[in-house]
């Protein structure tokens, strides 16, 4: 079955460490993109990537890092200079870059204490 | 500033009954996305309407775009419990915009008996 995988489900850190979210897709699509979700409010992006080895910053980039080292694959690390990490957080790929359909991870909760 | 509004953030209606929410967007666009989301879930993808006057139809929900008033409608016939959710609409951009597709805040339904 094809899709996009997001682990771990739920995630505990202390404040000040660095913590990577995992996202893999096997739809071959060379887009991937990172959204962050707080309670009750939209999606805002964080990065994307239209191709691998290509990242571009989205709107809230700031204490977030990625890396498209393979097509299948797209980290996220939550820095300790990302201000209010707690959040949801979704992993999407489409065909394409360019207006096209996102097709959605399982989501990661990341809570920091 | 390119925008995306969603009304009403919030619907509380009875089984069985008919009800309309609207997105309205701020720029040219023709390709426009809904999606659902089930509380603590990821988004699934509702429909996906590529041109003016799409309709798309799943059940007793009915999609439509008019990309001359820049909005889309997602009307619910005779609700159920089972559709209790929030709804997103989500815009593709085609300005420079970082990540291309932007969402808007979501509809809460929720369907009592």
């Known amino acids: 079955d094809g899709g996009i995988t997001q682990s771990p489900k739920y995630l505990f850190r202390k404040e000040g460490q660095n913590v990577t979210l995992s996202c893999e897709q096997n739809?071959?699509?060379?887009?991937m993109y990172w959204y962050r979700q707080d309670p009750g409010q939209g999606l805002r992006l964080i990065y994307y990537s239209q191709i691998v080895n290509d990242f571009q910053k989205g709107d809230i980039a700031e204490g977030y890092s990625v890396s498209r080292e393979k097509k299948e694959s797209f980290p996220l690390t939550v820095t300790s200079a990302q201000k209010n990490p707690t959040a949801f957080y979704l992993c999407?790929?489409?065909?394409?870059?360019?207006?096209?359909?996102?097709?959605f991870g399982p989501g990661t909760r990341l809570t920091v204490t | 500033e390119l925008k995306v509004e969603q009304n009403p953030l919030f619907l509380s209606m009875q089984e069985g009954k008919n009800y309309t929410i609207y997105c309205n967007y701020s720029t040219t666009s023709d390709r426009l996305y809904w999606y659902r989301q089930d509380p603590g879930k990821s988004l699934e993808s509702l429909f996906v309407?590529?041109?003016?006057?799409a309709v798309k139809q799943e059940g007793r929900l009915m999609a439509s775009l008019d990309t001359k008033a820049r909005l889309s409608t997602l009307h619910i016939t005779a609700a159920v419990h089972d559709l209790s959710a929030t709804y997103f609409c989500a815009v593709d951009v085609f300005e420079g915009s970082q990540g291309n597709l932007i969402f808007g805040k979501g509809t809460k339904l929720s369907v009592k008996p």
């Open positions: 999407a790929s489409s065909i394409f870059w360019g207006g096209y359909e996102q097709y």
């Open positions: 309407l590529l041109s003016n006057g």
């Open positions: 739809l071959n699509h060379d887009a």
